[in-house]
Every structure is written in structure tokens, then in C-alpha cells.
């Protein structure tokens, strides 16, 4: 056996590299077999909501969807071979992954089958999607030392504060509300991937952060172990930047529930992994503002009967403000990289 499959810390750093590259390959490599095979089983293509972007109804009409099991599969992959699947942390993350990935792929079959963009109800999903946290938040307390099992981490004060009971729905929220919100962002070509793409290389950063002792601090537990979050994190990385090479306009397919689901979760559950649950909304804070807005026009709409926007979630927004699909596209993964800079420097 290959001495970087001893699975010590000492080979993290490799086993991550080799984790994105074999990710990236898999999905670069697949690409166009599973597109071809997903075409044949769903010819007609992801059904294109009636009330979004009126553009989008011819420019993506017959686009298949079902991408997601791309940046899956290849992940997946790459976590078997380089990740220690025997750890607590990394296989309650793959198992996140299948449960929220198999819970989009059958709203996305359906979908497709009988051209309809509503297919699995919303309390069907959000069922699935808790007793799924439930589980992985217990596994995750379960794995990490009792000294901050239950503390809540504040960036850049250097606060922590003891929550006890409440930590165990905050958890919750975070996983199942980081798996909404990236689902909610999947809306134009290139742009959840992009920005998972920039999280999760931010969030492997923050896994040798907490994984090694010599960087603990007030505001940055040490959570022993957790440096293999590391590579289960570049594996998502790489399997992200593989599915744009696919998905950027003109996109050939589109990532859908099945990935957008399943990598939102796993986004939250590394997040509570490292307790870095704050960081989270920092970085990833174009997926919070697009959960507010469309939460705004709801409320806004049932009040005035009138929109706050033009169209929600807000990408849609400035799309009708005239603004490109690209130009959306590229501002909020500029927006994101700013926000990833600034989540970067509460490590100092």
C-alpha cells in the first residue's frame, strides 16, 4: 500500500492535492458520458418555471439536469481513495452527501418524467433533509471533544460562549438552511458551482486550522482529527470545478436538486464539524442573501400583495435589471471571493 494511504496527519496536505485532482479528473473525464446518458432518459429536460426569467424559457428549454451526480460521483470517488472512511467525520459527511443526493436525484427523476418544476413536496424534503441532520449533527457531537461540543465559536472577537441545549438546533439549522440556500442559488449557468467551488477551498483551509494543535486559540477550537475534513473538502472542490467545465453558459447541464441539495448539506455539517458555523455565513454570505430575499418577497407579497423585488431569489433580480446572466454570474463570485478573504483573516 502507497504511504500516503496511511492516512497520518503528516500526509494530509498530499492526500488533499491528490483528493482535488482525481475529483476534477473523474468529473472532466465523465462529463459528457453521463450528459449523453441522462439525455436519453430525460429528453425533454429540466421543466423551466413559468414565472422565472422569461429568457430562460427558450435559451434552456430541453437542458437535462440531474448534473449534481457529477460533482457526487466524483467526490465520492476521491474521498474512498484518499479520505479515512473509517473516521466519524468524513463518513457521516459522505453519508450526508447520499442521503441529500438521493433525496434530489428522485425529485429531479420525477420532475423530468412528468415535466413539472414541483415534483416531492416541500415537506416531504425538508422530513428527509431534518431526521438526515438529526443524525449527523448526533455523530458529529458524538466525535468531538466535550470541552466544545456545544460552544459556539465568534470570529475575529475571539468570543466563545457555551449554548448547551441550544446547540443541537442551531446545528440543525445550519445544515438544513446552508442545503436550502445553495439549492435556492441554483439558478444561472456556473454560478452555485462556482461559488461551492470557492467555499469549500476556503473551508479546507480552515480544516488544517482546527485539525492541528499548534492553532488553537480561542477562536479557532482544535477539533482532533478534523484536518481530514481537509480532503473530503478539495475532493468537492475538484468534483465543482470539473461540473463547470459543463455547466458555465452555455451550460450543457445543469447541477439540480441532486447536487445542489446534497452540497449545501455537507457545506453545513463541515461547518459544524470545525465549528466554524459563523464563518460559514460570512463566506458563503451571496447564498444567506438569496435566502433573504426570496424570504422577503414572500412576506412582502402576502402583506402588500406587491413584490420588493423584481423577481426572486435576487440573481433574478438583476437580470431584470438588464444585467447579463454572466454578469451576475462573475459579480457574486467576485462577491464570494471578497467574502472568502475576509473569512480567511479571522485565522490571523
Sequence with gaps: ????????????????????????????????????YIKGISKAGQPIRKDGPQSHIKEKKGTPTMGGLLILGASLISMFIFANIKLHFVWISMLVIVVYGATGFADDYVKVKKQTPNAMTAKVKLFIQFMAAVLAVNVVAAATPNSVE??????????????????????????AGASNAVNLSDGLDGLAGGMLAIVF????????????????????PYIPKSYEMAVVCAALAGGCIGFLWFNLKKARIFMGDTGSLSLGAVLGVIAVILKHEIILAIVGVVFVVE??????????????????????????????LGWSENKVVYTFWGVTMVASIIGLLSLM
Design 1 to 36: 500500500m502507497w504511504s500516503f494511504l496511511s492516512y497520518s496527519p503528516e500526509t494530509v496536505w498530499f492526500r488533499a492535492l491528490m483528493a482535488f485532482l482525481v475529483s476534477l479528473g473523474l468529473a472532466l473525464a465523465c462529463g459528457g458520458s453521463l450528459i449523453s
Design 150 to 175: 456545544s460552544t459556539l465559536f465568534i470570529p475575529y472577537l475571539k468570543w466563545s460562549f457555551e449554548i448547551s441545549w441550544l446547540y443541537f438546533p442551531f446545528a440543525l439549522f445550519v445544515i
Design 201 to 220: 477551498s476556503v473551508f479546507m483551509v480552515f480544516s488544517f486550522a482546527t485539525g492541528y494543535p499548534v492553532f488553537n486559540s480561542v477562536s479557532i
Design 291 to 320: 435566502t433573504i430575499s426570496v424570504m422577503i418577497q414572500v412576506i412582502y407579497f402576502k402583506k402588500t400583495g406587491k413584490r420588493f423585488f423584481r423577481m426572486a431569489p435576487i440573481h433574478h433580480h438583476f437580470e431584470q
